[in-house]
């Protein structure tokens, strides 16, 4: 399985963007699916995930009601919309699909993007 993430940019503070996270390959060994970010000199931080129906989403609460996770399984990819961008948002955004169709976050992604930045100016 590989997944291409894609969709970051340079935005201003307040501003949305709308990451895609596309699967190729065995994708019938995709299941949830998570985002993740990361800044330099920083752990890795979970943002949200997505269960493989769709039915269940799941946030990290500094981003709760500001973006939304949703997934297009016809076309193998996931989304993140992102709005009203702020300063601490600003990272490298990485998607990880699962294994396991629900999510947990005891569980441990079988498979990684490559990430895309994303730059938030005040």
């Known amino acids: 399985v590989q997944l291409q993430a894609s969709g970051g940019g340079l935005v201003q503070a307040g501003d949305s963007l709308r990451l895609s996270c596309a699967a190729s390959?065995?994708?019938?060994?995709?299941?949830?699916v998570g985002w993740f970010r990361q800044v330099p000199g920083k752990e890795r931080e979970f943002v949200a995930a997505?269960?493989?129906?769709?039915?269940?989403?799941y946030y990290v609460d500094s981003v709760k009601g500001r973006f939304a996770i949703s997934r297009d399984n016809a076309k193998n990819t996931v989304y993140l919309q992102m709005n009203n961008l702020g300063p601490e948002d600003a990272a490298v955004y990485y998607c990880?699909?699962?294994?396991?169709?629900?999510?947990?976050?005891?569980?441990?992604?079988?498979?990684w993007g490559q990430g895309t930045q994303v730059t938030v100016s005040s």
């Open positions: 997505i269960s493989w129906s769709g039915g269940s989403t």
């Open positions: 990880a699909a699962y294994q396991s169709r629900v999510y947990s976050s005891t569980y441990l992604p079988a498979y």
């Open positions: 390959g065995r994708t019938n060994s995709v299941g949830a």
